[in-house]
């Protein structure tokens, strides 16, 4: 069910980022994750339509969380777990051995969700985030 992202995705996980995201990414810089060899992005098609949608970048072993999403329609149902799992499976194949991320500090559902998978809260990066600006907290798992 979750695949790698590829080309024909790139606009419908770019209307997801706006749906989902105040700070939405551009749809150039989503194109560009189609040919990284840094980031991986992951999608969750329902009926031909991209529900859900991560990225992660691994560098020198270590990987960052940069984005998981779903539809607001699509909540709620474990959808981004099936998301989480890939994550962690394909880190463990890389041999990615901990990993960290950013998240506002106000998204109690995300930090749930990290926390289940075994990351915890290390620090606060104080205005960190634009429109609006707030604290971003630092997020680490040192056993993926
Ligand atoms: C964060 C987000 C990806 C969660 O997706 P989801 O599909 O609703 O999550 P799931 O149904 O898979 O639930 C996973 C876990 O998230 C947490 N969670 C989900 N909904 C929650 C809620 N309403 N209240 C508190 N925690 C919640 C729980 O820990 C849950 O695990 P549990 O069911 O075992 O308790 C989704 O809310 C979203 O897309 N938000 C907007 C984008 C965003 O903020 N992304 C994160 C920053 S990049």
């Not at 998978?117 to 620090?123: D, H, L, Q, R, T």
Request: net charge positive; with cysteine.
């Amino acid at each position: 069910m979750v695949r790698e992202m590829r080309a024909e995705d790139v606009l419908l996980v770019s209307k997801a980022e706006e749906l989902c995201f105040t700070d939405p990414w551009s749809l150039d810089s989503i194109k560009e994750g189609v040919n990284s060899s840094l980031d991986t992005w992951l999608v969750l098609p329902v009926d031909e339509k991209i529900v859900g949608y991560c990225v992660f970048r691994i560098i020198a072993g270590e990987g960052e969380l940069l984005r998981i999403a779903l539809l607001p329609g699509f909540r709620g149902r474990g959808l981004a777990k099936k998301l989480m799992d890939q994550v962690v499976e394909y880190s463990r194949k890389k041999s990615v051995k901990t990993m960290f991320l950013e998240v506002r500090e106000s998204n109690k559902i995300a930090r749930n969700l990290y926390k289940s998978y075994g990351f915890s809260e290390e620090s606060v990066r104080k205005n960190y985030y634009q429109n609006p600006c707030e604290n971003a907290v630092i997020m680490w798992c040192s056993r993926i």
